[in-house]
């Protein structure tokens, strides 16, 4: 693997798909925070927990301005049976073809083993990296890492440029 990106960098763009016939672009979250949750595949259990723990504060990260994105190598079709069987209600990317391209655009991609990095980045609004981790592939990182990263980030503005509480955002 090489060197994980950093707070500061800005965020690599990138399209995958969400299901075999769309496509979900960071792009699209644009003026919007963002956390990537990159995880090495849908069925292992360490996995299924870290997704089922995410799925539980979603209202959280929402609450912060966040949403929040998962991303495997796994193909779409697994992304949808895994989603379904964990009832996950946020979207699960597959950055299958080319193998890891994403993952390895965050420095988030293990060569040996052909899989993600069991790693986290929040994006802020601007699209720079406010904040990123790396957990041992085999512990659950949980989600306080990622809530103290959205609670440090200064008050989203408004359209109309004033500071938007982030108790008020959808």
Not at 5 to 31: C, E, I, M, N, Y
Request: hydrophobic share 40%; with cysteine; glycine share 8%.
């Amino acid at each position: 693997m090489t060197g994980m990106l950093d707070k500061g960098k800005r965020a690599p763009r990138f399209t995958l798909h969400v299901t075999p016939d769309q496509k979900l672009s960071l792009d699209d979250f644009a003026g919007r925070r963002v956390i990537l949750a990159f995880y090495p595949a849908d069925w292992s259990p360490v996995c299924g927990d870290q997704m089922s723990i995410y799925n539980h504060v979603l209202s959280e990260f929402r609450r912060h301005g966040a949403e929040l994105l998962g991303i495997s190598v796994d193909g779409p079709w697994c992304h949808q049976a895994f989603a379904r069987e964990r009832k996950l209600h946020f979207a699960l990317l597959s950055d299958f073809e080319p193998k890891g391209e994403v993952a390895k655009s965050y420095g988030a991609y293990r060569n040996a083993e052909g899989v993600s990095e069991r790693a986290l980045f929040v994006i802020d609004e601007n699209g720079m990296i406010a904040w990123s981790y790396c957990s041992p592939i085999a512990v659950n990182p949980g989600a306080d890492g990622i809530l103290d990263a959205l609670e440090a980030l200064p008050p989203m503005e408004k359209k109309d440029g004033s500071a938007q509480s982030a108790d008020n955002v959808v």
